[in-house]
């Protein structure tokens, strides 16, 4: 549901919503590598929940496409990188502490690589909100959205990455399709944006 706001935003509150966004989302993905406790959204972006992304700008819709066309391709890296520690801990190649060491480089690789993408992403929708101001509001909403989704898709690729190392004699074979869902998932929840 839309909720309009009384006062169009300047192209610096608006630049300051998506700082705020980006850091939290940050914020978030320290949160879910470490399991430790995320941090609650930013009030500034509360009155932000337009669901209707359809009117977003092309430009906007091509930064998000070409996001999650980065963040699917990362994803997949990591179902592959994942996948083989799996397969060498279940073929005594590796012991557990060294599977253990291995996922975690994945996920700070992940990390990291999720952080620069966000940050690409916020530049990205700063240039179409600054190009196409009357639509500052819903590329905010289009923005936290996004991040929302990201970091639930990241979230489950922990869990998927955790159970699986957890007991790699009989998860090592199931991690690879639990990451082809995943996949699948995110690009179905993306659909809002095209």
């Known amino acids: ?8 935003l300047t192209d610096e509150q608006f630049d300051t919503l998506l700082d705020e966004l980006n850091a ?5 993905l320290e949160a879910i590598t470490t399991g430790g ?7 500034s972006a509360a009155p932000y929940t337009d ?6 700008p092309q430009d906007a819709k091509k930064t998000l496409a070409d996001t ?3 963040e699917l391709a990362l994803l997949a890296d990591s179902k592959k990188t994942i996948a083989g520690l799996l397969l060498q801990a279940h073929e005594k190649k590796i012991t557990q502490d060294q599977l253990d060491a291995g996922v975690q480089v994945r996920e700070d690789k992940n990390k990291q690589a999720l952080a620069d993408l966000n940050e690409k992403l916020a530049e990205g929708l700063k240039a179409s909100g600054h190009a196409h101001p009357e639509s500052q509001d819903l590329i905010v909403s289009a923005y936290k959205t996004s991040s929302d989704l990201s970091a639930q898709a990241w979230n489950t690729a922990r869990e998927v990455d955790a159970e699986a190392t957890g007991n790699a004699e009989t998860q090592w074979d199931k991690a690879g399709p639990k990451y082809d869902t ?12 095209a």
Do not use: C, G, V, Y
């Open 51 to 56: 669901d209707d992304f359809s009117k977003l």
């Open 24 to 28: 939290h989302h940050k914020e978030t």
């Open 182 to 193: 995943l996949m699948q998932d995110l690009q179905n929840s993306w659909k809002i944006f």
């Open 68 to 70: 999650l066309q980065q």
């Open 37 to 43: 406790e995320r941090p609650a959204a930013p009030r």
């Open 1 to 8: 549901m839309a909720q309009h706001l009384d006062q169009p």
